[in-house]
């Protein structure tokens, strides 16, 4: 079953922030009815549960809810919202530093991922935010890791989509973190780390390799206060799990991290006490739209430092 984004003109609306799943049936094909066709391709323990999204009229086509009697139209498109596992509520509120007719920029807190993936759908900033907001039509211009506190900007006006994704493509945005991590003696300091990193599918930890490089951050320290010390981090480019993988190749992973310099056994869902200690504090760039410069700044701290 092919699955595709949900255009605006879907006949269902979004649940708690979730956009519903479309379904386009296939051109070739000799179903005598919808619901036949979804039957043929969900699972076999999911059968009960499609008899009853239809005597519900919970799956819609364009021009409304069909029933066990609509006939397969080839190549037509049908609408319906998939059941969810309960999630664990990330307990930290939405705090916004930024909102006008076009842009929402959040000031993320940690354990709560930018877009809905795998198990994490509801607890998601898009979908909280467009929940909250009344944003529908709400979708990000970058995004930040679930671990990973701080800036991050969503795009509230459809047509000034392309606008500022492309600032984030072009890396025309200047994007600065802070980190709390081990001091080392003798490590020299500011340093731009270059290298090239690998991400595999399915593999959670990045490494780095020989080859052309892909991956470059700068690592400035800020203050040091005993066996700890704050620094301001930069990344040139933009992979994933750029900033933790390059601190830990200077042998100063970030505190908490609980994949560098190893991966550690999952915590429980609802384990929030040792966040990692990694803040995206500033973006920078010019409003494609106005021109007008901005500077936003995170009014977040790192727990560890603070403590």
């Known amino acids: 079953m092919r699955r595709r984004s949900t255009p605006a003109t879907a006949p269902l609306p979004q649940r708690r922030g979730v956009d519903p799943v479309r379904v386009r049936l296939p051109l070739e094909g000799d179903w005598p009815t919808v619901a036949a066709y979804l039957a043929h391709r969900l699972p076999d323990q999911l059968a009960e549960r499609l008899a009853e999204m239809v005597r519900g009229g919970e799956i819609h086509a364009a021009d409304g809810p069909i029933d066990d009697r609509t006939p397969y139209s080839p190549g037509t498109e049908v609408w319906f919202h998939r059941d969810l596992p309960p ?28 877009t809905p993936r795998g198990s994490h759908v509801v607890q998601t900033a898009l979908s909280r935010l467009r929940d909250e907001l009344g944003l529908p039509q709400l979708v990000p211009a970058h995004r930040l890791d679930r671990l990973t506190a701080g800036l991050v900007m969503f795009v509230a006006d459809p047509r000034a989509r392309g606008a500022y994704q492309t600032l984030f493509r072009d890396r025309l945005v200047r994007k600065e973190y802070q980190a709390v991590a081990p001091y080392r003696a003798g490590l020299e300091l500011p340093v731009t780390v270059r290298s ?11 490494r780095e390799e020989p080859g052309e490089v892909n991956a470059v951050s700068r690592v400035e320290l800020l203050e040091r206060r005993g066996g700890l010390a704050r620094y301001r981090l930069e990344p040139l480019t933009g992979r994933t799990h750029q900033l933790r993988l390059h601190m830990c190749s ?20 609802d384990d929030f006490s040792r966040p990692l200690q990694l ?14 410069e901005l500077r936003l700044r995170s009014r977040r701290t790192l727990g560890a430092w603070e403590a």
């Not at 930290?92 to 993320?108: A, G, M, Q, S």
């Not at 200077?250 to 190893?262: F, H, K, Q, R, T």
Request: charged share 20%.
């Open 87 to 114: 999630e664990v509520p990330v307990p930290f509120p939405l705090e916004l530093v930024h909102r006008d007719e076009r842009l929402v920029v959040l000031d993320k807190p940690h354990f709560l991922a930018t």
């Open 196 to 206: 090239r990193m690998v991400k595999e599918r399915g593999v959670l930890a990045a």
């Open 250 to 269: 200077l042998g100063i992973p970030i505190a908490n991290d609980p994949v560098y310099p190893e991966v550690l056994p999952a915590a429980a869902p």
């Open 279 to 292: 803040l995206a504090s500033t973006l920078e760039f010019t409003d494609p739209i106005t021109g007008a």
